[in-house]
Every structure is written in structure tokens, then in C-alpha cells.
């Protein structure tokens, strides 16, 4: 899946589309995707200058906007259909190995429970086969209209 395909689906866009390219992808269990860390990323201008390291909480919205996809294609919606998966709770965040500019970011997620259009996803984000952050990731299924 590509970029284009991804925006189709996820409501987010520059400088928050943190999804590059769906590698994997089975409809109601897992995904594979991954994002590209580069040196241009803004937020290296202020975390940190002289040592780049991008943000845990990008990781973790990263590890959640792949879910989001997964979530989408499995109930067969897009950015076009008035809906949006809304954070709902992170659990067990952990952050193994820090990513730096130069790294693809493998975002990893599978489907633990759907229950009352709340999702539960166990996340992992991994640099070279190295796990870099796992979460389990809730989302809420909620219409855009408040």
C-alpha cells in the first residue's frame, strides 16, 4: 500500500502522517508497515540539534496511525466515510533502542480484542530487528462529527 492509499484511509497529513508504506496487511489480524526517519524531520530542529533522536510519543502515534489503517481496511471504511479511530489508552509502553535519522521504522500491530467499537492492538516498532518500542495501543471507532 502506498502513500496514496494510505492517506485514502487515515485522516492525517503532513506534518503528522507518520505512515510511509503498508508492506503487510491481513484484514482483521496484523499489519506491517513502516516510516522513514529522516534528518529533515521538523521535529529535529528542537529534540535534540545536536543529538537527534526522535520523540517516544511520535513512536507510539506512529504504532497507533498503523492500527488506524489495519482498523479501517478491516471494517472496509476510508477517510471518506465520517469516521475516525480516536486514541483511547496506551498500556505498557516501553522504549528499548532510540531512533535516529537513517533509520526505517517497522511498525508492527495486531488486533487484540474489538469490543463496542473500542479496539485493542498490540503494537511493537522495531529498527533493523531490533525492537525499539512496544504499546498496546486502544483506539475508539467514533463518527467525525462531534
Known sequence: MDINEIKHLLPHRYPFLLVDRVVELEKGHRILAYKNI??????????FPDS??????LIIEAMAQAAGVLG???????NDDDMLYLFAGVDGARFKRQVIPGDQLFLEAEID??????WRFNCKATVAGELASSATIMCALKSKRL
Not at 529533515?40 to 529534540?47: A, I, L, R
Not at 537527534?52 to 510519543?57: M, Y
Not at 479501517?72 to 476510508?78: D, L, N, Q, V
Open 38 to 47: 529522516t534528518c529533515n524531520e521538523d521535529v529535529f530542529n528542537g529534540h
Open 52 to 57: 537527534p533522536i526522535f520523540p517516544g510519543v
Open 72 to 78: 479501517f481496511a478491516t471494517e472496509g471504511k476510508t
Open 113 to 118: 480484542s474489538v469490543k463496542r467499537n473500542i
